[in-house]
T-cell receptor, first 118, second 112 residues
């Protein structure tokens, strides 16, 4: 149980285009989903926290108009990188926290999406 | 000073060795401590979860938390080549829906 999927697993796009990444909790409902970015040999950097049905909360320095997050249902959150540029090339990872109060703070991570912007 | 510090490695050990991985932190409000393992180009997977100070053991893995020193450790006994990965520590203040603060990760190589 507690599986999180991401689609696509990798994407290559031209500079200036937009890319949508999906994050799904397959066997549980998630009240909260998190989006992280990870550059090579660096740790995960939280970009934003999204709660179903409400606007995402972005971390300082993350442009909300560039990284659009939609948490439309309890099992799906999407991250859209708008007008992508080569510096947006990175590994994007989502995680999901199950619905309801847990005995501890659980986050289940997706397998990540590698974005390369040419 | 970064909120969570971790030696990035790489750390290379022979198969069967005991591995010690460590993180230090500055925020005394952290109460929940996690260790994640991340293989190359994959998402992190939870290895250990501890609350407050003390030890927790799970198979070959032991997690220790010393809140007085703001120091946590993960020990791996009888290390295997399949343990080769990046190990990330993570911490949070609350126990629900709280984003984690991650350490930068330590790359571990277990040599056969």
């Amino acid at each position: 149980g507690a599986v999180v999927s991401q689609h696509p697993s990798w994407v290559i796009c031209k500079s200036g285009t937009s890319v949508k990444i999906e994050c799904r909790s397959l066997d549980f409902q998630a009240t909260t989903m998190f989006w992280y970015r990870q550059f090579p040999k660096q740790s995960l950097m939280l970009m934003a926290t999204s709660n179903e049905g409400s606007k995402a909360t972005y971390e300082q320095g993350v442009e909300k108009d560039k990284f659009l997050i939609n948490h439309a249902s309890l099992t799906l959150s999407t991250l859209t990188v708008t007008s992508a540029h080569p510096e947006d090339s990175s590994f994007y990872i989502c995680s999901a926290s199950p619905l309801g109060v847990s005995s501890y703070n659980e986050q289940f991570f997706g397998p990540g999406t590698r974005l390369t912007v040419l | 000073q970064k909120e969570v510090e971790q030696d990035p490695g790489p750390l290379s050990v022979p198969e069967g060795a005991i591995v010690s991985l460590n993180c230090t932190y500055s925020n005394s409000a952290f109460q929940y401590f996690m260790w994640y393992r991340q293989y190359s180009r994959k998402g992190p997977e939870l290895l250990m979860y501890t609350y407050s100070s003390g030890n927790k053991e799970d198979g070959r893995f032991t997690a220790q938390v010393d809140k007085s020193s703001k120091y946590i450790s993960l020990f791996i006994r009888d290390s295997q080549p399949s343990d080769s990965a990046t190990y990330l520590c993570a911490m949070s203040v609350s126990n629900y829906g709280q984003n984690f603060v991650f350490g930068p990760g330590t790359r571990l190589s277990v040599l056969p």
